[in-house]
Nanobody, 116 residues
Framework: QVQLVESGGGLVQPGGSLRLSCADS????????MGWYRQAPGKERELVAT???????NYADSVKGRFTISRVNAKNTVYLQMNSLKPEDTAVYYC??????????WGQGTQVTVSS
């Protein structure tokens, strides 16, 4: 049974950094694509970054050059290093994982607030 658990959110000042982690420690599924999405108040959920099992990455234009996604396949873990954070990065960040069979899973979300 898949359970994605996120950690690492919090309050940070503009220009600061945070590192989000997401792990599935309960299953032995090998995920195809893992990623991060975010949803700000009053807005739709949007893609932040994704990474395939082979290491290919994709980023939203708004985070390119500031955020870095990485993963450890053996641990079913994905990370999001966020640097140069801006107030507009404030949102609930969700981890996602897609299997090779087309199943999709989501974490419960972690709040990131960028404010002085």
């Amino acid at each position: 049974q898949v359970q994605l658990v996120e950690s690492g959110g919090g309050l940070v000042q503009p220009g600061g950094s945070l590192r989000l982690s997401c792990a599935d420690s309960r299953s032995i599924i090998v995920f195809n694509v893992m990623g991060w999405y975010r949803q700000a108040p009053g807005k739709e959920r949007e893609l932040v970054a994704t990474i395939t099992s082979g290491g290919s990455t994709n980023y939203a234009d708004s985070v390119k050059g500031r955020f870095t996604i990485s993963r450890v396949n053996a641990k079913n873990t994905v990370y999001l290093q966020m640097n140069s954070l801006k107030p507009e990065d404030t949102a609930v960040y969700y981890c996602s994982a897609d299997t090779f069979y087309g199943n999709s899973y989501w974490g419960q979300g972690t709040q990131v607030t960028v404010s002085s």
